[in-house]
């Protein structure tokens, strides 16, 4: 026993050493930015593979390390539309075999063709074992358009991705869109023109969200324009989302015009996801319409929330070039414990939220790149089994080990278009969405149209 004890002991020795060797070493040799973009890609890959629900084969809503008890049988609209494109990028990375990627993709799209849809759309959540509504609020046990647009970007991004290849890919291909058009985008507009966000077998319209003004749902317009089964008039648009042309802004924050009015943020810039949700596909280089260059817009969102964290008109401690970032996540509440807040400039209660610089990549890559080095070498505790944790505070000497899809479900998609532009072209390619697109009186220098 003795022996086994010292040599246990004299093991434990050479590990120790060896791992401060290789810390040394990844001092004195840092990764390169492409190795560090490998890396952060690869690590939020895993949410999506590796903690993803085991009969759905679709995004948990939420994975908590330090706190076993959530509910992980709840799996998410929209965060699985972002997941699938994660994936796309995971087999183009070469994270994962195709062939495995194409038996979990074809499990999870028979999954949602088996699962709860009202009028074609699905709900926020699902069970993942069974298919069956779980509602997201007492009365938001419907059908949720917002999360099914999120969704719908994702497939087709599968369907554009497999649609030339072998007879299982094909028939992915054809699976996906077939899901697609299948929702009744023109059910949602209740015969007006607008688009509403939810829809309840029990409840109706009780919910009454009307889509109008500047957030994150652009893409359920371009996607309701897009539909070649249940279209909706460019009407809804131009006098719902954009209210008649209100919701354009003409003032700037740090110089930066803010372009267009953000809903509820009062003449400044709202959660940062609202320039990532919409454009996994949609891609904004060069996208125009009568109201605003798209491109424009997010670059000066992303540079507006990085030059307030700079500023930190709050004082709070650790905001700086390299730690900034504000966008809706978990959140450390007043008395400690963890909560969720919309964080923004008019909402900043001191947290930093990972995938809000780091899915800009596209808009700020210099400045994303110097949060990302600051996390993977300096803030080492912020990261955990799927990559960065969801959120972080610098004063509070906080952090939530705890991951949520949506926020998650960006991070390699938008790294992925800022390297190569993957997402992008693959719906930008789709021909429904370019009809869509040009419908709505947008047009693409990027595209062609």
């Not at 905001?319 to 008395?335: H, I, M, P, Q």
Request: glycine share 8%; proline share 5%; charged share 15%.
């Amino acid at each position: 026993m003795k022996i086994l004890i010292s040599a246990f002991f004299t093991m434990l020795f050479f590990v120790r050493c060896d791992s401060s060797s290789s810390t040394q070493q990844q001092q004195s040799n840092p990764l390169t930015d492409n190795e560090l973009m490998d890396k952060v890609q690869m690590d939020s890959f895993k949410y999506f593979w590796d903690l993803a629900h085991p009969n759905s084969k679709l995004a948990r809503e939420r994975y908590h390390i330090d706190d076993p008890n959530f509910d992980a049988n709840i799996v998410t609209t929209g965060g699985s539309g972002f997941g699938l494109m994660t994936i796309v990028v995971g087999i183009e990375r070469g994270f994962v075999p195709r062939a495995e990627a194409v038996s979990r993709l074809t499990t999870a799209l028979n999954f949602l063709e088996n699962a709860d849809r009202f009028h074609g759309a699905w709900p926020h959540w699902m069970n993942g074992n069974t298919g069956d509504v779980i509602p997201f609020g007492t009365v938001d046990n419907g059908g949720d358009l917002v999360e099914t647009a999120f969704l719908c970007q994702g497939l087709i991004t599968v369907r554009e991705y497999f649609k030339n290849g072998n007879s299982q890919e094909q028939a992915l291909s054809l699976k996906a869109d077939n899901l697609w058009k299948g929702v009744e985008w023109d059910w949602y507009t209740k015969g007006e023109n607008a688009l509403y966000w939810h829809w309840s077998p029990n409840y109706e319209w009780q919910m009454n969200f009307k889509l109008e003004g500047y957030n994150e749902c652009l893409i359920t317009y371009v996607m309701a324009a897009a539909s070649p089964t249940h279209p909706v008039s460019n009407a809804a648009y131009h006098q719902a989302w954009a209210r008649n042309g209100a919701i354009v802004h003409g003032g700037s924050q740090y110089g930066f015009p803010v372009v267009l009015n953000h809903n509820g943020a009062t003449g400044t810039v709202g959660p940062l996801f609202w320039s990532h949700y919409s454009y996994l596909g949609l891609d904004p280089r060069g996208l125009s319409d009568q109201y605003a260059n798209y491109w424009t817009l997010n670059q000066n969102h992303s540079k507006i929330i990085n030059k307030y964290c700079i500023t930190n008109p709050l004082n709070w401690n650790g905001y700086s070039e390299k730690c900034w970032g504000l966008t809706a996540s978990y959140t450390r509440n007043s008395d400690g414990t963890t909560g969720y807040t919309a964080h923004q400039p008019n909402n900043d209660t001191g947290v930093i939220t990972p995938t809000a610089a780091l899915s800009s990549f596209p808009y700020t890559p210099v400045e994303s790149m110097k949060f990302l080095r600051y996390l993977y070498e300096e803030k080492q505790n912020t990261i955990g089994l799927a990559g960065p944790y969801d959120a972080f505070s610098p004063h509070y000497s906080w952090v939530t080990q705890r991951y949520l899809a949506i926020d998650q479900g960006t991070i390699t998609p938008m790294i992925e278009n800022y390297r190569t532009g993957l997402l992008w072209n693959l719906f930008m390619q789709a021909p429904e969405i370019k009809t869509g697109l040009q419908n709505l009186g947008f047009s693409s220098t990027q595209h062609g149209f």
